[in-house]
């Protein structure tokens, strides 16, 4: 069965029809959702696009693959999904026009091909994806990339007949700019403030790349292919809107559809904890591919039955840059736990979940220290499990860019 596996940064879930949006956002997605499964309780494990990225090749947190924001690189240790699939017979191409993920990041190993926006080092690259962003604005493209990414792929989908597994990334939804027109005011209002002007513009940037992926599964139908293509759609985290807190339930969950014909059931939602880990072996397990290594996360499907999931997700972001803070996010049905490298740490429940603290009320330490435990519980676990594996726990990026700030 060929694999499609697409990547929608910044997409929030409650931006999509499937998961309760009362616009018309994601008429196709929608359409996916009903043909296959969709998972309810998905959470990134890094809302960067780098890290993000790495866990779902790798089936590890960044904790033990160290590709963060710090490091800007994946070690070469991990075994990806692509040189595991290419292994076993795979024509595998990765169309991603994020410049954090290319092969210049590590990110490219397993991948016959690896369609970037962006080409040459960390200085030429940047003047290059400026260049082409100037162009487009002049050229009225108003996309990030996704155009061209969707060409590109339907280009090298047509060269050859042989299985494929493709990776393919859009940027747009994670942008905080208004979307490509008409798309910038299908659901804008106006008599609306900046705010609902923003979200209306997600909205927009959702139903341009429902359009992208449409033209997508349209190409397949036409080749006959489409009824035997897996077909995974994924994110990295929610756009956090309005300078909201990071790390939060908003930023954190992801929508996950899963579309297999023949080997999964049509409508069907599943309410386990899923992460971006648990992608790479569920893909496996239902080709029937062996995995050469352990992965962190887990087979969410096996043997036509839904695995258990754990009580909590977890999820990290890195210094970004000198005098940032590390994060590290502890999240489950009723709400989560946030540390900082600073230990301005928060209990956070969300609305619908269990009640919020008042404004100004005290800080309840009994539950800061019960969820503290919690995550530093697994990341020794983790540490122990990446050393059992011959991976270290993490990876320390290189001294020349590891930053002294506060916390360290």
């Known amino acids: 069965m060929d694999l499609l596996l697409v990547v929608l940064e910044g997409a929030r879930v409650d931006h999509l029809g499937c998961y309760g949006a009362t616009a018309e956002t994601t008429p196709f997605l929608d359409q996916v959702a009903r043909q296959g499964v969709r998972f309810t309780e998905a959470f990134t494990t890094a809302p960067a696009a780098l890290p993000a990225h790495a866990s779902l090749l790798s089936g590890l947190f960044a904790c033990v693959h160290g590709a963060t924001e710090e490091s800007g690189a994946l070690p070469v240790a991990p075994v990806l999904l692509p040189e595991v699939l290419r292994a076993a017979g795979y024509r595998t191409a990765a169309f991603c026009p994020d410049p954090a993920v290319s092969p210049a990041s590590g990110c490219g190993r397993g991948f016959d091909s690896f369609y970037t926006a962006r080409g040459g080092g960390r200085l030429t690259g940047r003047a290059a994806d400026y260049a ?9 493209r108003a996309d990030a990339g996704a155009r061209r990414t969707t060409h590109a792929l339907l280009d090298w989908l047509r060269a050859d007949a042989a299985p494929f597994a493709v990776l393919v990334t859009f940027r747009e939804a994670a942008l905080e700019q208004r979307p490509p027109a008409p798309y910038d005011r299908l659901f804008t209002s106006p008599t609306a403030d900046a705010s609902a002007t923003r979200r209306a513009w997600h909205s927009g940037a959702l139903r341009y790349l429902d359009l992208r992926l449409q033209e997508i599964a349209d190409a397949l139908i036409a080749e006959g292919r489409w009824e035997r293509t897996m077909v995974v759609v994924t ?36 309410d386990e904890i899923a992460q971006l880990t648990d992608i790479a072996p569920t893909v496996l397990g239902l080709l029937g591919v062996a995995a050469p290594s352990a992965w962190q996360g887990r087979a969410l499907l ?25 994060r590290k996010a502890v999240w489950g049905r009723r709400g989560g736990f946030v540390w900082q490298s600073d230990e301005a740490n928060a209990i956070v429940n969300e609305p619908g979940t269990a009640p919020a603290p008042r404004e100004g009320a005290p800080a309840d330490v009994a539950a800061i220290d019960r969820m503290r435990r919690v995550l530093f519980d697994w990341l020794a676990d983790a540490e122990r499990w990446a050393r059992a594996q011959g991976l270290e726990a993490e990876t320390a990026p290189p001294p020349a860019q590891r930053w002294r700030g506060a916390g360290e």
Do not use: H, K
């Open 132 to 140: 082409r962003r100037a162009s487009d604005r002049v050229l009225g």
């Open 235 to 270: 994110g990295t985290g929610g756009l956090a809107f309005d300078g909201a807190a990071p790390m939060r339930e908003a930023s954190l969950r992801m929508p996950l559809l899963w579309r297999a014909p023949g080997l999964l059931p049509a409508g069907f939602v599943v």
């Open 302 to 326: 096996r043997d036509g039955a839904v695995t258990a999931g754990p009580r909590w997700a977890f999820a990290e972001s890195y210094r970004r840059q000198p005098g940032d803070v590390r």
